[in-house]
């Protein structure tokens, strides 16, 4: 079999690692749009964006496996494909393959904001973002992040030095919506950043260099957004077989045409643990979505069946979720202490995620309860009294 992997993210290079490992017979090409090796992007925002500028320690792939003969790498985006014919349509020419797998991601969005071109508004997505921020940084004092969640307040952390003032600025009435009001406020008194919330952004004001909102203008000499991604899908939406928000697939990762797949956070399928068809942006998504696929290619098949997880480096704290909830979904604590938190998140009985701040070993001995099917809040209540025991040993 001739594969055709379109990206070479997170999702595409475990599904190569997968492949590998499994024996797969046959020729794999790998269509990356980027000009670097396969990288990982979540250092971008954390440690990397602070401490380092070497891209060698960001590779994904182990080298045997970058450099293994049955893969060949196409340094190029893919343009455009005829899936009955299996052709991939590129500026070094075009492809013939079997089948063909869309990796291809997301692309963060950028705000419109009058009086400042786009190119000077930064985002974070790519190896090449970081690096043009990083060059940015100098001589810059007043830094102005838009958009209030995990991504924005990694940034803020990393960025954080005593010669620059840093700004989180929220549309919505609190930071940080994702997650529990108690976790939200562990993060927000340890920001560096001051936030501003219910701000809506008029223009930038060049000559002042602010951006004029409805609380004041407010010095920035460097704007970030981070606002959010939107899914890479244009490909298969050409050929119809993209969607509103992504490109469905069966959870088999198999799409309406039988020689086209999708994985990774570009991918829209059901959600067992959320019971609803659902996009997920996450490693534990591009993972899960890539093994499944994997399985399929090699001859045996398994459904989707992974519950999400996600974790976040915000300074020295460490926040792991597991499962998926609501924003509107109730908030009971577990455990307490003044370093470490535990959040359940529940609609009535049922827990729809775990929240913990510092608490990794809590942390994982919940994420097995939720990973083995429906978990009811009074016995998790339960396992939460052994914790909370266990914990006040330890201090
Ligand atoms: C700064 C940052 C921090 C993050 N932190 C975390 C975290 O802490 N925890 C967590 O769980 N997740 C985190 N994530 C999310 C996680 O990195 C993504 O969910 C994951 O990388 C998705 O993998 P993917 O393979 O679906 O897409 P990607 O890794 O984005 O790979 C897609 C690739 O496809 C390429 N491509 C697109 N179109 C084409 C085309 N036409 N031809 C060829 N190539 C194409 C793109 O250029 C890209 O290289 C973070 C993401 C970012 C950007």
């Given at each position: 079999m001739r594969l055709g992997i379109v990206g070479a993210g997170q999702a595409a290079c475990t599904l190569i690692a997968e492949l590998i490992r499994g024996d797969f017979k046959g020729d794999i090409l790998v269509f990356n749009g980027?000009?670097?090796a396969p990288y990982q992007r979540p250092p971008l925002s954390k440690t990397w964006l602070k401490t380092?500028?070497?891209?060698?320690?960001?590779?994904?792939?182990?080298e045997p496996l970058e450099t293994h003969p049955s893969i060949q790498w196409i340094q190029t985006s893919v343009q455009s494909l005829s899936p009955d014919r299996g052709l991939l349509t590129t500026d070094l020419g075009t492809y013939l393959v079997d089948h063909l797998v869309l990796a291809t991601g997301t692309t963060a969005i950028k705000p419109s904001i009058p009086g400042?071109?786009?190119?000077?508004i930064h985002v974070i997505r790519t190896l090449d973002h970081a690096l043009r921020l990083k060059q940015s940084l100098?001589?810059?004092t007043n830094i102005t992040i838009i958009g209030a969640g995990f991504l924005a307040f990694e940034i803020a952390s990393s960025l954080a030095d005593p010669s620059r003032t840093i700004r989180i600025l929220a549309k919505?009435?609190?930071?940080?919506?994702?997650?529990?009001v108690k976790t939200a406020d562990r993060l927000v008194d340890q920001t560096p950043a001051s936030i501003r919330v219910g701000v809506e952004i008029e223009r930038f004001d060049e000559t002042m260099q602010t951006l004029v909102t409805n609380h004041g203008s407010i010095p920035s000499d460097l704007v970030i957004a981070a606002i959010g991604a939107q899914p890479n899908d244009a490909l298969a939406t050409a050929c119809g077989l993209g969607s509103s928000d992504g490109i469905p697939v069966d959870e088999f990762m198999q799409t309406t045409h039988p020689k086209v797949s999708a994985i990774g956070e570009v991918s829209l399928h059901h959600q067992p643990h959320l019971n609803r068809i659902q996009r997920i942006e996450s490693i534990s998504e591009a993972n899960d979505s890539a093994s499944i696929c994997a399985k399929r290619l090699l001859g045996h098949p398994e459904p989707f069946q992974a519950t999400p997880w996600f974790w976040s480096d915000q300074g020295d704290a460490k926040l792991q979720i597991a499962g998926l909830c609501d924003r509107t979904d109730d908030e009971t604590c577990l455990i307490e202490s003044a370093t470490e938190l535990v959040m359940i998140r529940h609609q009535g009985q049922r827990v729809t995620a775990i929240e913990a701040l510092n608490s990794a070993k809590e942390f994982m001995a919940a994420r097995r309860l939720l990973d083995q099917g429906d978990l009811a809040l009074d016995d998790l209540l339960q396992v939460g009294s052994v914790f909370a025991r266990l914990q006040s040993s330890r201090s």
């Open positions: 980027e000009p670097h380092s500028d070497d891209p060698t320690s960001l590779r994904l792939l182990p400042l071109a786009s190119e000077s100098t001589g810059v919505g009435i609190r930071a940080l919506p994702q997650v529990a």
